[in-house]
Each structure stands twice: as C-alpha cells, then as structure tokens.
C-alpha cells in the first residue's frame, strides 16, 4: 500500500529554521515527482515547492523562493524541505505529495497530484 508519512513539524520562532520530511512506503520515491503544500487555517491548500521525478527539477511558490529547498535522498526514500527565515505566514498544516507522471517537470496544481500524505502542523510564533 502506498504511503507517505511527513515528519518534523512544530513551534518554531519567527526567522528559525525547520527541516520537514515525507517518507514513503509501498513505493520507491524515485519514481515519483514530490511536491509540498501547505493549508493555512480558513485557507485552501496551496503549492510550496515541488521536485520533478527524472530531472529534478523544482518549483517554488513565490511566497517561500530564496528561503525554502527541497532536496531527495534516495537511499533513505525520503523528501525534505528545508525552511528557512520563516515567518508567522508560513504557519500551516504541511502536506507532501506524490506522481508518477510529472516526470521531467513538477507543478504545483493541486489536482495534478495524485498522493497525498496526512499533515504535520507547523507554528511560526514567537
């Protein structure tokens, strides 16, 4: 059975950094595209970054460029963002994602996305 799990969310200081996680299991991550989307209360839920399956390359909402990167390592099947100079906006519920088919390039429309992991909640707040 597929699966994604995310990890490393919480209370974080404004101007901290947080590194977030999406582990898989059931699948190889390799043969997936992997984006990051976040839902802020009241809010839709809305594309922050995401990494392309073969030629990795990756998209960033304009909201977090220059302070959020997202990285794969394949030997431990797992996906990270890194967040850095967050801020009380950044505050949300984090999802990651999962495709086969965005292969050599990644979006962040949300309906493109076909796998979905449960959340971790990060709090920017000082």
């Known amino acids: 059975q597929l699966q994604l799990v995310e990890s490393g969310g919480g209370l974080v200081q404004p101007g901290g950094s947080l590194r977030l996680s999406c582990t898989a299991s059931?699948?190889?991550?390799?043969?997936?595209?992997i984006g990051w989307f976040r839902q802020a209360p009241g809010e839709e839920r809305k594309g922050v970054s995401c990494?392309?399956?073969?030629?990795?390359?990756?998209v960033y909402a304009d909201s977090v460029e220059g302070r959020f990167t997202i990285s794969r390592d394949n030997a431990k099947n797992t996906v990270y963002p890194q967040m850095n100079r967050l801020e009380p906006e950044d505050t949300a519920v984090y999802y990651c994602?999962?495709?086969?088919?965005?292969?050599?390039?990644?979006?962040?429309?949300?309906?493109?996305?076909?796998?979905w992991g449960q959340g971790t909640r990060v709090t920017v707040s000082s």
């Open positions: 059931g699948f190889t991550l390799d043969d997936y595209a």
């Open positions: 994602a999962a495709d086969p088919d965005l292969v050599r390039v990644c979006t962040l429309f949300r309906p493109a996305w076909d796998y």
């Open positions: 990494i392309s399956r073969t030629e990795r390359k990756t």
